[in-house]
């Protein structure tokens, strides 16, 4: 009885964002692994079992999953956005590692997903038109002076950052203090832009410049973009401008 | 009569990772705008005009794109990956710029894909597992100077980097340069993985170290991962090892 372990992306929630690779991995599996909101996006489906668990729990969640597999399970477990960026990939791997090399044989496959930051990116224009970084603020994995040193580097790279999980219930303020780090390094100017929910009905999105960031919102479902010194806003007639980050690249050369 | 314009992320290139957005789009459009290679790609249909178009003209072709939706047309300008990465938003915006603001009315939409980093990591395991950079390796829009300085910055903050466009007929060594100079920044046995053509017929993998991977052929349909200094292997009973950056870090802190 040989099973199988996926680690599938779903996007950042509706089904037309969802690959046909992820949705016929789902209709598949015998069971479904996965932070409780997203096991509670996908359809109940005869037969399938559902294993929702609790947040921080991602390394016991993948031994959890790594088990049924082992057990002769089809496994999915599920993702928002993309599996492999800030999301459960790394976490089945750490798993993986943790077991002798002849219990790795198993078939284990991820699927990509749509992540949070290209949809973002998609609603807003093009700010990730050139090279660009993706960095959690998260300190629960990483001491906050490591996130300060790669605030640091990607600046002086003049990158395009995109942030992930910008603030939490235990760290409402870390979204905060990074831009305020930014605000000595890069002008005050600076293109940021806040998308919210991005694929869901309460969708938003603002642009705005680094000083006035500093005082605007954020939850745990916001990605933030920050531009390099050249990204700039294209305005529309009405609503929100897009943001661009141009092809060419001129400045600090 | 009133057009539109939609920015399309093909993904990779199977159907597999194609969104239902894309596909939907693709199937409505009366115009597909692009780069010869992904116009083929899609299935002609009755009815749908086909501009397909060289490389190097992304500017040009954007021009295009937008004067057909102007005059009523609902135009599909596509790229392959994602269109906000190292593609065809830019290009679209950069266009749209160009034009006077009551000109930009117009409906635009980008449609977001699998970006080829996605889709490569996928096939790794969870090389991206934490704070990463994308950077794009030819210098036709920006000099050799500012890639250095990027590669630098990215090595400083000790990222996990992903080149796009690592090498092209016009250069054949740049990504050997940036692997030199990134030797003299990192240490030697820092996980360098190859992810070539990924999702087409002769998709291959290798991965290597910074020392080797310098001698390493790759070309433009290579996708390459730099790791930090934590990024690791995760040996499999058979087979190109998996990757894996954790999702915890302590280095540099």
Redesign the interface.
């Known amino acids: 009885m040989s099973g199988s372990l996926s680690v599938v992306g779903l996007?950042p929630g509706p089904?037309?964002?969802?690959?046909?690779?992820a949705d016929?991995v789902l209709k598949g599996a015998t069971d479904l692994v996965g932070y409780a909101p997203y096991v509670d996006r996908l359809p109940q489906r005869p037969g399938q079992a559902r294993h929702a668990s609790d947040n921080r729990v991602?390394l016991d969640r993948a031994h959890a999953a790594l088990d049924l597999a082992q057990a002769g399970r089809h496994v999915a477990v599920v993702s928002g956005g993309?599996?492999?960026?800030?999301a459960m990939?790394?976490?089945?791997?750490?798993a993986?590692?943790a077991r002798p090399?002849?219990e790795?044989?198993l078939p284990i496959?991820?699927?990509?997903?749509?992540?949070a930051m290209?949809?973002a990116?998609?609603?807003l224009?093009?700010?990730?038109?050139?090279?660009?970084?993706?960095?959690?603020l998260s300190d629960n994995?990483?001491?906050w002076?490591?996130i300060e040193?790669?605030l640091?580097?990607?600046a002086?790279?003049?990158?395009v950052m995109a942030f992930y999980n910008p603030v939490s219930k235990a760290r409402p303020d870390r979204l905060r203090e990074a831009l305020a780090l930014l605000g000595t390094l890069k002008a005050s100017d600076t293109v940021v832009a806040f998308a919210r929910a991005i694929g869901r009905p309460t969708e938003s999105l603002s642009v705005t410049t680094l000083a006035a960031a500093v005082d605007q919102p954020a939850d745990m479902s916001t990605l933030v973009i920050v531009g390099s010194s050249e990204t700039r806003i294209?305005?529309?007639?009405?609503g929100t401008p897009?943001v661009?980050?141009?092809?060419?690249?001129?400045?600090?050369?």
Chains 1, 2 share one sequence.
């Open positions: 996007g089904a037309y964002w969802l690959t046909p690779e016929a991602e993309d599996p492999g960026v800030f990939a790394a976490a089945v791997f750490e993986v590692e090399v002849h790795r044989d496959q991820v699927v990509p997903g749509i992540s290209l949809a990116a998609a609603r224009g093009a700010p990730l038109g050139h090279d660009f970084c993706a960095l959690s994995l990483k001491p002076t490591a040193r790669r640091r580097a990607a002086d790279g003049d990158f294209v305005a529309r007639p009405a897009w661009l980050t141009p092809r060419s690249y001129r400045a600090g050369a």
